[in-house]
């Protein structure tokens, strides 16, 4: 089945929405579009790979860009006309286009998706264990800290990144941790070290 996940029309035709048996478009429009050629359809009625499918009804002419994702066909962006009509290159150039932008948002959109659900695994792991956690990029800047930190420091959530977990230590053990910390990044080795913190 076909699903219409976002449809847009002008008053001239009835939105398309729900969904759409497969078979509406006939076998030699869903082979075409399997191997990824574009359909351009100047009229829904007479056209040879329409004519006399349900598919007509919906509309005059059309453009279908199928997207292929790996060698598989994963989705298609369809624009149709109200009337029929004799769609020229550049037109069709333009929807293949916009197939592919629209693609790649909606690819950058999954992804973000799926990174925003991993990290919403990891915080409720790392909150789940009674010890204090905490993460650095590369450069040592510190940029995550779990709510046992925040717990047992009282301050307010994000006041500790980068730089300022140094001043959660007792000021004679500042110097030695932060330098330690610094030589720790320069050469790679474990950070291990014993200090009084601010509760």
Same mark, same amino acid.
């Given at each position: 089945?076909?699903?219409?996940?976002?449809?847009?029309?002008?008053?001239?035709?009835?939105?398309?929405?729900?969904?759409?048996?497969?078979?509406?478009?006939?076998?030699?429009?869903?082979?075409?579009?399997?191997?990824?050629?574009?359909?351009?359809?100047?009229?829904?009625?007479?056209?040879?790979?329409?004519?006399?499918?349900?598919?007509?009804?919906?509309?005059?002419?059309?453009?279908?860009?199928?997207?292929?994702?790996?060698?598989?066909?994963?989705?298609?962006?369809?624009?149709?006309?109200?009337?029929?009509?004799?769609?020229?290159?550049?037109?069709?150039?333009?929807?293949?286009?916009?197939? *592919?932008? %629209? !693609?790649?948002?909606?690819? $950058?959109?999954?992804? =973000?998706?799926?990174?925003?659900?991993? @990290?919403?695994?990891? #915080?409720?792991?790392?909150?789940?264990?009674?010890?204090?956690?905490?993460?650095?990029?590369?450069?040592?800047?510190?940029?995550?800290?779990?709510?046992?930190?925040?717990?047992?420091?009282?301050?307010?959530?994000?006041?500790?990144?980068?730089?300022?977990?140094?001043?959660?230590?007792?000021?004679?053990?500042? *110097?030695? %941790? !932060?330098?330690?910390?610094? $030589?720790?990044?320069? =050469?790679?080795?474990?950070?291990?070290? @014993?200090?009084?913190? #601010?509760?």
């Amino acid at each position: 089945q076909v699903e219409y996940m976002t449809s847009w029309t002008s008053d001239a035709m009835t939105p398309l929405t729900g969904t759409l048996p497969m078979s509406t478009f006939g076998r030699a429009n869903l082979d075409a579009l399997r191997v990824g050629d574009t359909r351009v359809l100047s009229d829904y009625a007479t056209d040879p790979m329409t004519r006399g499918l349900p598919v007509e009804k919906m509309a005059g002419a059309g453009i279908v860009v199928p997207l292929r994702r790996q060698g598989i066909w994963a989705a298609s962006l369809y624009v149709h006309s109200a009337s029929p009509r004799r769609w020229n290159a550049d037109e069709v150039s333009v929807v293949e286009a916009v197939a *592919e932008i %629209a !693609w790649d948002a909606v690819e $950058r959109a999954q992804v =973000t998706t799926a990174l925003r659900e991993s @990290e919403e695994k990891f #915080r409720a792991i790392a909150n789940s264990i009674d010890q204090m956690v905490w993460s650095t990029q590369p450069d040592g800047f510190h940029d995550y800290y779990n709510d046992r930190w925040y717990e047992f420091t009282g301050v307010p959530y994000g006041s500790t990144d980068g730089e300022g977990w140094n001043g959660m230590f007792h000021p004679d053990d500042q *110097e030695r %941790a !932060w330098g330690l910390w610094r $030589r720790c990044l320069e =050469t790679g080795q474990p950070y291990r070290i @014993e200090y009084r913190l #601010r509760h």
